[in-house]
């Protein structure tokens, strides 16, 4: 009996070291060497692609155009209609500075921004032009908050990695 029990033993083993081989050759195969692929860049057309040789021709022949995108910024400025503490905050006296974006309210502690308590977005093509922000979190009475821009990167979903604050002067108050 100890003898087949011995033989069983020997394989198990034999079978998860074929196992291991056999995992590691799979997980090799499909990740190779990724500096021997060709690259693939997008271009404006989602359907077409061109390789690393394509684009060093494009670049040797100067036909290869550098794309940058700005976003015209403004100085935009805001008041707070009522400054109740609660759920959203009612705004006032809106100068949007950029086309497309988002308002923000942000917590302000000595100065210095803090947390996001809400946005709403804004579009002069799509003719969004919001009077009042919800908030995730309430104002708290005797609180200062700052209302701040955010630019708009293009999927009007708000990212904070990829909308960014919008420089310049901020408006703030303090929650009653």
Known sequence: MSEQL??????TVVSFVVGLLVGGLLVWAFTGNSSEAPKKEMKDDKSEMTTDEEVATQEEVGTDEEETTTVPVGEGSVSVDGDAAGMSVSLANVTFPAEEGWVGVRNLNEGKLGMILGVARFSAE??????EIQLLTPTVSGREYAIVFYSESGDRKFNLA???QLEGEFATFTAK
């Open 6 to 11: 011995k033989e069983e033993s020997q394989k």
């Open 126 to 131: 799509q003719g969004l032009n919001p009077k």
């Open 162 to 164: 990829e909308d960014v």
